[in-house]
């Protein structure tokens, strides 16, 4: 009776344990199925359009829905990307996932880089570099990294010195070794850059920004040459690498559609910097 009592237990154990395996299959095998919608978060910009016009098609011929989440700062995107809010994001360079996602304890992947505009310094009052007054005032981005970007290429351009040897996490305008000109560094609000143009003579606007404000890329005094880390990468949470939806988006980054639409001249893509993958596969 013991016996017979505990093979019946064990059935009902190993009866219990496969019906629970097969639902988690089942369920493992709905999600895929039902990852029909892909939420990209952006800044408003070229990485939105870019979304939709270069990346979106090609996800939608292989059958899903895209949404284009628009975010007014850098800091909302991955957020809202590690809680699970969206689904992927396109909007910031390398160096910047790293150290964002690093400060904030965060569980991001970048998949790959894609085109990228390059940040610009741009002027109401002087036609070059040249022309600049001392005095001038010259506003930058007050995060971080982009900081010392834009002081970094500030000095690429002859108008000041800064000491490389500081921690990049920590720099500040104080770390200005040499200013001959006397520029008056004001860091403001990425998004309100191109804006600060109206009181300022000078303004290093990332690509993007530049852009989603009616400046034209050509009229920079001076624009950066990318170094790979600083060209913007996609990014989605590490817990889905290997979901179908990332796999998708990855091919289509890497697809005919996706070059074909990046060199359209009805957008603005083709003069953005391209990443060392495109112009290997590509050719330029």
């Not at 493992?28 to 098609?57: S, V």
């Not at 304890?105 to 940040?119: M, Q, R, Y």
């Not at 009616?214 to 950066?224: C, H, K, V």
């Not at 980054?253 to 083709?270: H, P, R, T, V, W």
């Amino acid at each position: 009776m013991i016996k017979k009592l505990v093979y019946t237990l064990s059935v009902l154990t190993l009866g219990a344990s496969l019906l629970t395996g097969c639902a988690t299959t089942k369920n493992k095998e709905t999600e895929d199925i039902q990852k029909k919608e892909i939420k990209f978060g952006a800044c408003a910009g070229p990485y939105g359009d870019m979304i939709k016009y270069t990346i979106a098609p090609g996800l939608e011929e292989k059958g899903y829905t895209v949404s284009i989440i628009e975010f007014s700062d850098y800091v909302q995107p991955n957020l809202a990307l590690d809680k699970g809010e969206i689904d992927a994001n396109l909007f910031q360079h390398q160096v910047y996932f790293d150290n964002f996602t690093k400060e904030h304890n965060l569980s991001l992947v970048s998949l790959t880089n894609v085109p990228t505009a390059g940040l610009g310094f741009y002027s109401n009052k002087y036609k070059s570099l040249e022309e600049i007054e001392e005095g001038s005032t010259l506003t930058v981005p007050n995060d971080v990294t982009n900081l010392r970007r834009s002081l970094k290429e500030a000095q690429n351009a002859g108008l000041l010195t800064i000491d490389e040897s500081v921690d990049p996490t920590t720099f500040t305008e104080k770390n200005i070794i040499d200013n001959p000109l006397n520029l008056v560094i004001t860091p403001v609000e990425a998004p309100q850059l191109a804006r600060s143009l109206e009181s300022a003579e000078l303004a290093a606007v990332p690509g993007n920004y530049a852009i989603a404000a009616g400046l034209d890329l050509s009229t920079a005094l001076y624009t950066e040459k990318l170094a790979e880390e600083m060209k913007n990468v996609v990014a989605v949470r590490a817990s889905d690498i290997d979901q179908p939806f990332v796999k998708d988006i990855e091919e289509v980054l890497q697809s005919e559609g996706f070059k074909k639409a990046i060199e359209n001249s009805d957008y603005y893509f083709s003069s953005f910097q391209k990443p060392e993958w495109y112009i290997t596969k590509w050719g330029k």
